[in-house]
């Protein structure tokens, strides 16, 4: 299985939290998009050089804002992508949307271009945490939007939602997971609020302007997802994520099992199974090099002890956990003993358990998984 994601830098404004590369003017959006059809064309050979099938199950179109795009953007984008891939029939192909920026016209015009999946940028159904957030959508927006999506032939829908803000009462939180739970999505991405460093959050905190996330409260808000979500038929089958039976995000997926990818667009990250490579991060740079037919990315190698690193970072955030035979499959039967010896004291400490062939983190310690991944990785 191979993916596509396009990253797609434009915002109309920047979220307070977010750390991703974007940028809050569309004066480049004309360049942007000749520069991302002068990548696809310098990249219609990689999946023939990668471990994977030259065919794509996936797309995905991430940010950023791609709902920012109009439909002859897209149709350029996706015209682009046909006459230098193929994808399978029944391929994923997803879209990031604001509830702001949806209308009926626009989720028909992405049907027509063969788009199947949506994940809404919901975060909270509380204005107030909205505007903490800097969200530019109201609370109201969102419910609407889920129902225009449903009502416009989108079976496949996900919705993000943000816990551990300050103010956000644990009542409160449970309302908006039921809330979406029954709004018809079939998957659910929750994340933690984390300051991350130079985003406009933590100056605000820094300055004392706003309060912290409160951890203890993050913690109570996870467990109480968990709860809620499993008790209305969702499967918990990643740290964040959560969805109907068959609704797991595919592209997602393909990530967290170490399935090659092709990363587009300023930022993006590509990986093949034996390199990794992430673009340039300066849209006027990664745009400039495109059109001038020069990659725009750094490249490195994957060691085994980085891929050793990978498999641990990527398969301990699933249900499915790490298998001890795929270690020694795909690394060699040293690396296979490497982790069952850095397992043996995370095991005492009730940090992981280790079934048959299979080591995975308990649900009771999933909250705290960076950080038991962290313990079992190598370390030069």
């Known amino acids: 299985?191979?993916?596509?994601?396009?990253?797609?830098?434009?915002?109309?404004?920047?979220?307070?939290?977010?750390?991703?590369?974007?940028?809050?003017?569309l004066s480049r959006k004309a360049s942007f998009i000749d520069a991302l059809e002068a990548e696809i064309r310098m990249n219609n050979g990689f999946f023939n050089q990668s471990n994977g099938s030259a065919r794509v199950d996936t797309i995905y179109?991430?940010?950023?804002?791609?709902?920012l795009l109009s439909p002859e953007d897209l149709n350029r984008i996706f015209d682009s992508l046909a006459a230098n891939f193929s994808w399978n029939s029944d391929a994923e192909i997803t879209i990031e949307a604001n509830p702001d920026d949806v209308t009926p016209a626009l989720l028909n015009s992405w049907r027509l271009l063969g788009v199947n999946r949506l994940s809404i940028g919901i975060q909270s159904f509380r204005d107030e945490t909205l505007r903490y957030l800097s969200r530019r959508h109201s609370a109201g927006?969102?419910?609407?939007?889920?129902?225009?999506?449903?009502?416009?032939?989108?079976?496949?829908?996900?919705?993000?939602?943000?816990?551990?803000?300050?103010?956000?009462?644990?009542?409160?939180?449970?309302?908006?997971?039921?809330?979406?739970?029954?709004?018809?999505?079939s998957h659910i991405s929750a994340y933690a609020l984390t300051v991350e460093p130079r985003t406009a959050l933590e100056f605000q905190i820094r300055k004392g302007r706003t309060g912290a996330p409160d951890e203890e409260a993050a913690f109570r808000q996870y467990y109480l997802l968990r709860e809620k979500l499993i008790s209305s038929g969702f499967d918990h089958y990643e740290i964040s994520n959560f969805a109907l039976s068959g609704c797991e995000s595919r592209h997602n997926k393909a990530y967290w099992n170490g399935e090659p990818?092709?990363?587009?667009?300023?930022?993006?990250?590509?990986?093949?199974?034996?390199?990794?490579?992430?673009?340039?991060?300066?849209?006027?740079?990664?745009?400039?090099?495109?059109?001038s037919g020069i990659p725009a990315y750094t490249e490195e190698s994957i060691t085994p002890e980085k891929r050793y690193n990978e498999m641990v970072l990527t398969h301990l955030r699933t249900s499915r956990g790490l298998n001890l035979r795929e270690v020694e499959k795909s690394l060699g039967i040293h690396w296979r003993q490497y982790l069952e010896k850095m397992c043996?004291?995370?095991?005492?400490?009730?940090?992981?358990?280790?079934?048959?062939?299979?080591?995975?983190?308990?649900?009771?310690?999933?909250?705290?998984?960076?950080?038991?991944?962290?313990?079992?990785?190598?370390?030069?």
């Open 1 to 25: 299985m191979s993916g596509i994601y396009i990253h797609v830098p434009f915002c109309t404004t920047k979220c307070n939290y977010c750390n991703f590369f974007s940028v809050t003017s």
């Open 344 to 380: 043996h004291v995370s095991v005492k400490q009730g940090d992981v358990v280790v079934e048959g062939e299979t080591v995975y983190i308990p649900p009771r310690k999933l909250f705290i998984s960076d950080s038991i991944i962290s313990d079992l990785m190598y370390v030069d």
């Open 261 to 291: 990818y092709l990363g587009l667009g300023p930022s993006a990250h590509s990986y093949n199974g034996t390199m990794r490579r992430w673009n340039s991060s300066l849209l006027q740079g990664w745009t400039d090099h495109s059109l």
């Open 141 to 185: 927006k969102s419910l609407t939007v889920v129902q225009m999506a449903l009502d416009s032939g989108f079976s496949n829908l996900s919705g993000d939602l943000i816990y551990g803000v300050p103010g956000l009462q644990d009542e409160a939180w449970i309302e908006d997971v039921e809330r979406l739970a029954g709004s018809g999505v």
């Open 61 to 67: 179109l991430g940010g950023g804002t791609p709902s």
